[in-house]
């Protein structure tokens, strides 16, 4: 069974209304009058990250990427549990290391988990626990006519990626942006009462653009002249079409991901300066379904590849 | 490094008062005056079950073993975010109607979680959430004088999963408590406003009853001539010391073990009819520290191995 077929058959199983049908990233559970969002994301040796990575960034990219689903909720974080599979003494030491900076890094604590022996390939879990002050946006509030904003730049953690493969120059830049995403918390709380919906870009700009207009029941239109592409980027791989379609299909940039109405884009701009984070429009959302791209508005064939699946 | 060193290490980083500083099965969170109850245990292939148990039943005994922690804080179970390594189509389907029988059993629903693509050994996760109504019993609450109490019968669940590996006889009702254990929920609620302690027993009744003595600083005493075995361990195994003592040592029969004073034991006693569920006393804590074993009160060398570790 493909992850999409297996989730499809656990749908049935999440009648819980925080469930949000298995449709984001993160459930949300009313309690006492607060809002509680949970989320959890695994990490498997060789899939998610390399077997040569330093612990101590898999230990941090695990914090990381669950801290994102909080991020994309607008949610701050309150503590995580830990699912560890045992290693070697070196390994296990140095990802303990890891863990502590990340999680005073983010100012919360270890709250517990599971600890397994292992054998074969390691798989790391975590759950994060974190609390919204108001509204949490979902997948699939986007509406016809949105604007779709993309945080930071994109593509920068896949090239990170082919860099430590050796497949393109090795720059210290991506590798970081790769082995050491930054969760957009700040700007999720910023953004959660503005949006209309938002997701974290984990798997590649296209697919998950494609899955935001999906869950909302809209057509997305990404237009790859408005990329944004770090100066890292740049440098190493340009900005031709070929370069900014690999950027709209990598994964593990982490960045937010979200869909707001026109009139917004004054408020949305002026986050910026505040956030210390580029906030771009790179896209939009329309009636229909599926995905469009455009090159400055010129319709360009949809790849056959949008992004990274089954992970 | 093993398990404890491993958690050891983890401490200092579980500052949060709710991570009871991880000498728990389960973190508390207080939110919006509610009390919040969170627990994530996984089950590795080849250690936590066997390659051939039926999926249905891997997947039963995931939602069992970690609503057997909530159980033992007392708590309601609210729902769980899944973590799952995906593998063939019929091992899949299987699973997952396992799940939502063991979901609609337990009246909660799935509220997330992440699916990878796996290789090698699956390594399933589970979260679960629940909410305590008063006082979160923990390990570490243990008082000298208090007695050691068990419900049900210890041991079934070693059995089969000896008969499952063709070491003694097949007998259904004790693979059945191997492949799909009795979270003690309806008991865990009952009797959180009276223990003292309470854990639930998943690695032995030696080795866990040192680990609630160890917590509460205190010297945990198990009288084996009092321990309660099931029809059908007695049918098969008898009851000689030696029995009793592989009773003792057994893994994964998720009962209740919990310390209360000598006081209360009508009131506990009492329970037992409301409950259909036998409630008896298999010793006592007291002054000192470690574990002593004892036969009809007659001082027992300690076994080498208390129950399982590293998993």
Excluded: C
Aim: hydrophobic fraction near 45%; charged fraction near 20%.
């Amino acid at each position: 069974m493909n992850e999409s077929a297996f989730i499809e058959s656990l749908r049935a199983l999440a009648s819980h209304p925080g469930a949000r049908g298995l449709l984001d990233d993160a459930a949300v559970v009313e309690i006492g009058g607060r809002t509680l969002v949970l989320t959890k994301d695994m990490l498997v040796e060789g899939v998610h990250y390399l077997p040569d990575d330093p612990p101590a960034d898999v230990a941090w990219k695990l914090v990381a990427v669950n801290l994102s689903d909080l991020a994309a909720k607008g949610a701050r974080p309150m503590g995580v549990l830990l699912g560890y599979s045992l290693g070697g003494h070196a390994w296990d030491t140095a990802f303990v290391a890891g863990l502590r900076l990340a999680l005073d890094s983010f100012g919360i604590a270890l709250l517990g988990g599971d600890t397994v022996g292992g054998n074969g390939p390691r798989t790391l879990s975590l759950t994060a626990l974190g609390e919204a002050a108001g509204t949490v946006p979902s997948r699939a509030g986007g509406q016809a006519g949105d604007r779709l904003w993309l945080s930071g730049t994109i593509g920068d953690a896949g090239a990170g990626l082919r860099s430590l493969r050796g497949e393109i120059a090795a720059v210290d830049a991506l590798v970081e942006r790769y082995r050491n995403p930054s969760p957009r918390l700040e700007a999720g709380e910023d953004l959660a009462p503005l949006v209309s919906a938002m997701m974290d870009v984990s798997d590649g700009l296209l697919i998950d653009a494609a899955r935001l207009a999906a869950a909302s029941g809209l057509r997305a239109v990404i237009d790859l002249a408005s990329l944004p592409l770090s100066e890292a980027w740049m440098g190493l791989l340009g900005g031709a079409l070929e370069a900014r379609l690999a950027a709209a299909t990598a994964g593990d940039d982490y960045e937010l991901l979200f869909a707001a109405s026109p009139e917004l884009d004054g408020e949305i701009l002026a986050l910026q300066d505040r956030l210390g984070l580029p906030l771009n429009r790179v896209g939009a959302l329309e009636a229909g379904s599926g995905l469009r791209v455009t090159d400055g508005g010129a319709e360009l064939p949809l790849p056959e590849r949008l992004g990274w699946e089954h992970r």
